[in-house]
């Protein structure tokens, strides 16, 4: 059974205060791991896709990496208006459905 | 474009009751889904459809039924609401299969009391 695990559920951070976001996962045949933002009371909002072990995607304070196991979304200098949350969700390619993780709520204090 | 959009997008219903919510499309993705979102979980997918006329069930379709008579259209309906189904529903689409990009609609949010 695909899983997946995103920690920390919360994070506080200071105006430009870098940190990362985790996101584990056990699937089987990855065929692709997503990374959306969600704002309070709206849809998902599609960020990055990663495809395989080793490689890395960026959009303005966000940069998403991928290992076999793990992938984080790297946040650098991150502004108030980057608060909402971060969900993962790996497709396996015996499901061909996305698993979403529970998400991390980040907060962004100026 | 409009993208995906879902109507109501807040509804009371009373247990035993049944509504249907509103997906549409104006993408012409062949590919569209429905999730329910709880607090502190990750998205579940109910059913799904890869095409007019096509659909299969996902990991949660118990008290649900869809239908898919359109490429822009994919309702939702619940045919006795229980307290159990209060949750907020999301609807999306995609290209093509559940590897590519999928975009999500604005959300109903859904209390059965």
């Known amino acids: 059974e695909d899983q997946v695990t995103q920690s920390p559920e919360a994070l506080r951070l200071q105006e430009g205060e870098s940190s990362s976001l985790n996101c584990s996962y056990t699937?089987?045949?990855?065929?692709?791991l997503f990374w959306y933002r969600q704002d309070p009371g709206k849809g998902p909002e599609f960020l990055f896709t990663l495809y395989s072990a080793g490689e890395e995607k960026e959009k303005e304070r966000l940069k998403a990496t991928l290992t076999k196991k793990e992938s984080f979304l790297h946040i650098t200098a991150p502004k108030p208006e980057d608060s909402a949350t971060y969900l993962c969700a790996p497709c396996s390619g015996s499901a061909r459905q996305l698993t979403f993780g529970s998400g991390t709520q980040l907060t962004v204090l100026p | 474009n409009a993208g995906v959009t879902q109507t109501p997008k807040f509804r009371i219903l009373k247990i035993g009751q049944s509504m249907t919510l509103q997906c549409t499309q104006d993408?012409?993705?062949?590919?569209m889904y429905w999730y329910r979102q709880d607090p502190g979980m990750g998205l579940k997918l109910i059913y799904y459809s890869v095409g007019a006329g096509i659909t299969d069930k996902g990991e949660v379709p118990n008290g649900y039924n869809v239908s898919r008579s359109t490429t822009e259209d994919f309702p939702l309906r619940l045919e006795l609401a229980a307290p159990s189904q209060t949750s907020v529903y999301f609807c999306?689409?995609?290209?093509?299969?559940?590897?590519?990009?999928?975009?999500f609609g604005p959300g109903t949010r859904l209390l059965v009391l």
């Open positions: 999306a689409s995609s290209y093509s299969e559940t590897s590519e990009t999928q975009y």
């Open positions: 699937v089987s045949g990855l065929r692709g």
């Open positions: 993408m012409n993705h062949n590919y």
